[in-house]
């Protein structure tokens, strides 16, 4: 069997580019691997990871935000983001607009609010 | 028009062994649309990284689930391993994929019990989960413990097992695939089994990619992905192929998972056969600083790691995206249209792991 050697990349981006960026992965026919959120330095990390099925590549876009910065779901694009996109709000606070289905901080069914900004 | 109605399904019911809950918008007995639920027994075990150190954050990990707790710290160490530029002995490989190849053969003999129960086969659950306790056996002669056994350690592994051991293990798993091929017919041929599972639960391959599905369950829709393939650990050693089914059914996910446990078998001989001799751990010094992604291939799919690290003895994040939360949404996909008496058995056609799941 072939050995697959994957490349794994980190692309740092701004909330203003992430659309366009989604929008590529989406057209090269990319798989939405996982979202997950940081929390470092006073700052928001988010890490959008699309997978290449055929060569096991992995592309990293990651954004680095204030608390309050406003970042657009991408569930018009990826609909299974809800869940990881829920997630981020829930556990982080992310600031997430236009979500497609919005769990509105009960996914977790949590009694702090982001358990996870310390 | 039907009228419809909305049926609560779980968290608490006979077939789901962990919570998870669904509301059904039926059409008399018909499946419009589900909407998931979770989060009933969320225990936040990423936070602890502020807390435990990254050597103890292992026996955290390991405890994110039962039945993958093996490769929850193995996926956990390579992702600091990576981070640190620690290369581990050969031995160290090839115990590690050994285990996890073993705790393959486990989950997914557990699936097919869980699955032989939800369509009402008694006995052939029973003669599953016999099996199945096997492994445990070998787990506990090799390990000490039966589910949760922490060999895994930042640059190898803690335990090794010696040539007799490796024997055993070799002619008790040639066993348990003697014995499999009998209950391969039974699942494979049986007319009651196949009335329950073809064409049952049906996501197209193109829908199993849209909807980001992985694992057995994306395998049996013809999708070609096996994170193993990558070479993590020993697999860039090992001689196999990537195993999938084009029924895209329920049948087919039961056919991809009983084909991996006679390939993980393969796996497991062909480990003990090039088993290298040597140190089974690399003496790792310092701390972390930087970060990584890992991806393997659990029992349930791709399972993603992340781990990052500021250079003190805590991590500032450590992230597992499980098989399940990734299988979530094609399981909703498969309910549609579905009827209502099919629900617990497409539930559990994913091989949910709640447990993973709310980590």
Known sequence: ?118 | MAKQSIVPFGPQHPVLPEPIHLDLVLEDEKVIEAIPSIGFVHRGLESLVDKKDFNEMTYVIERTCGICSFMHGMGYCESVEKIMNVEIPDRGKYLRTMWAEMSRVHSHLLWLGLLADAFGFESLFYQCWRMREKVLDLFEMTTGGRCIFSVNKIGGVLKDVDDVMLATIKATTQDIAAELRVIRKTFMEDYTVEARLRGVGILTKEQAHNLGTAGPFARASGIKMDMRTTGYAAYGDLDFDIITSNECDSYGRCEVRINEIFQAIDLIGQCIDKMPKGDIATIVKGNPNGEAFVRMEQPRGEAVYYSKANGSKFLERMRIRTPTFANIPGLLETLKGADFADVPLLILTIDPCISCTER
Do not use: W
């Open chain 1, 1 to 118: 069997m072939e050995i697959k050697n994957p490349e794994h990349v980190i692309v740092q981006i701004t909330p203003e580019e992430l659309l366009g960026n989604v929008v590529a992965m989406k057209k090269n026919g990319l798989r939405l691997s996982q979202i997950c959120c940081a929390y470092s330095n006073e700052k928001l990390e988010l890490s959008y990871s699309f997978a290449d099925d055929n060569t096991y590549d992995y592309i990293n876009l990651r954004l680095v935000i204030d608390k309050d910065t406003e970042v657009c779901s991408i569930t018009e694009l990826y609909p299974y983001a809800f869940l990881y996109e829920n997630e981020m709000k829930e556990l982080f606070g992310v600031n997430i607009m236009m979500l497609n289905v919005d769990y509105n901080s009960k996914l977790y069914r949590l009694h702090d609010e982001t358990p996870f900004i310390k």
